[in-house]
């Protein structure tokens, strides 16, 4: 530890922050430290003013909002691509805003996973967001595989942690394909998905990444790697909003492949409005579209995403592995002795955007924290998610928070609680 986790230094950290104007430009609850960034970012006033702008197009210029709007519709989802692309590492033409996570996943697993001869399998792992593992599941049926043979989940030394070898050691010739977190959503774990990309690619096999958890908290270099393709919410750490449009991101080596899922929205621009009944995909990631973009939920992601190019990803990682530091250190040393424990790796290599505070009384203890004017998120059966923001939460709020979830503890507040967790967690 270089420094004793106090209020002082939690206070001159601020004062040195570069990031700390962006503050102002998000909507903070009053009394309320919001610690919850990981799973809906707050509302930013840049983010409602592109909103508001799309409405009022819709208002003032019904059908030609498509062409002459503030931000014209018709390519909106490409012109986010290419404002995402910076984040994500990618050039411009690899990255387009469409449809839903998992919705992406289905796309991109029916245009990449091309079962062949002895190659027939999908590796994950255990540890990973059920909705992914469904997707696959249910991929796999679509070809005729049993999903009890044919999807590996790779197995978790500690249920918290995956071990990079063990992943590759699970790389065996029956698998065409591999699906992996970029970054854990208990344990905020970042897998090395350079090195995985890597093996995966001198064993012949495509991969991607589940960029969900990573997107808008860490940078990433998708094409200088040769990652395949990728796919990521954004409403998570990049603040578009709750059931904002998702992130695709395709490697441009992958150009011209069909897309499994075609749908007119796919088509070259100049080629979509002549309406004949062979399609002539973009020659970008733009060709993985299906349908009309839904505009009121892309439209936040205008403001906001330009906000995160202007304080620049770097900057942001970097406020961000202090932010989870200070906030460690600070649980280590306020609320030691309470049974709590810090389930993420310490490595700033190797550790996300969120800490994963581990105990037994976890469910309880997230009521008490809401019911104090915190705000965390549970995830079975026994983690506190904590995602201290770069853009919006300051080193202050870390101390006050910790301080909190002391008096909580010392005062066993969470006992008036049940131990069973919320039906939204
Ligand atoms: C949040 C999250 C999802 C959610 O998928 P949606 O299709 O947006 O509901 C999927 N995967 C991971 C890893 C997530 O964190």
Not at 92 to 101: A, D, F, L, N, Q
Request: one cysteine or more; a negative charge.
């Amino acid at each position: 530890m270089l420094f004793e986790p106090t209020l002082e230094v939690a206070l001159k950290f601020d004062e040195s922050d570069t990031l700390a104007k962006y503050r102002n430009e998000f909507y903070m609850r009053k009394d309320s430290i919001y610690l919850d960034g990981n799973s809906l970012g707050l509302l930013s006033k840049r983010a409602e003013k592109s909103l508001l702008e799309s409405l009022q197009d819709w208002k003032t210029l019904g059908i030609d909002g498509w062409m002459e709007g503030t931000h014209p519709w018709f390519n909106l989802s490409e012109k986010l691509g290419e404002m995402c692309a910076p984040l994500v590492g990618a050039s411009p033409e690899e990255v387009i805003v469409s449809g839903s996570t998992t919705v992406n996943l289905h796309q991109l697993v029916a245009t990449f996973y091309q079962p062949e001869g002895e190659r027939t399998k999908i590796l994950a792992d255990e540890l990973t967001f059920p909705s992914d593992i469904y997707a696959l599941q249910s991929q796999l049926k679509l070809h005729g595989f049993d999903p009890l043979t044919h999807l590996i989940q790779v197995k978790s030394r500690d249920g918290r942690l995956l071990d990079e070898e063990d992943i590759v050691a699970a790389m065996t010739d029956e698998i065409a394909l591999i699906v992996l977190p970029s970054v854990l959503y208990r344990s905020g774990q970042i897998l090395d998905m350079k090195r995985l990309t890597k093996e995966a690619h001198d064993r012949g096999i495509l991969i991607g990444f589940d960029a969900c958890h990573s997107v808008g908290a860490i940078p990433h270099r998708f094409s200088e790697w040769g990652v395949d393709f990728a796919f990521w919410c954004n409403y998570k750490h990049l603040n578009g909003g709750p059931g904002s449009v998702g992130g695709l991101y395709v490697n441009r080596k992958h150009f011209g492949t069909a897309p499994g899922l075609a749908g007119w929205f796919g088509s070259r621009k100049d080629k979509q409005f002549d309406m004949v009944h062979t399609m002539t995909a973009a020659d970008t990631a733009g060709a993985y579209q299906i349908g009309t973009p839904h505009v009121l939920s892309l439209a936040p992601l205008i403001g906001s995403f330009e906000m995160f190019n202007e304080a620049g990803i770097g900057n942001i990682r970097e406020k961000s592995l202090r932010l989870t530091k200070f906030l460690v250190d600070s649980i280590e040393q306020e609320l030691n002795g309470m049974d709590f424990n810090i389930g993420n790796p310490r490595d700033d290599e190797r550790r996300g955007g969120h800490v994963s505070l581990e105990h037994e009384e976890a469910a309880r203890i997230c009521k008490a924290l809401k019911e104090n004017g915190i705000v965390p998120d549970f995830r079975a059966p026994n983690i506190i998610r904590l995602a201290p923001v770069a853009l919006y939460t300051s080193f202050e709020d870390v101390w006050n928070a910790v301080q909190i979830l002391k008096k909580i503890m010392v005062e066993k507040q969470y006992e008036k609680f049940s131990n069973e967790r919320e039906v939204v967690a």
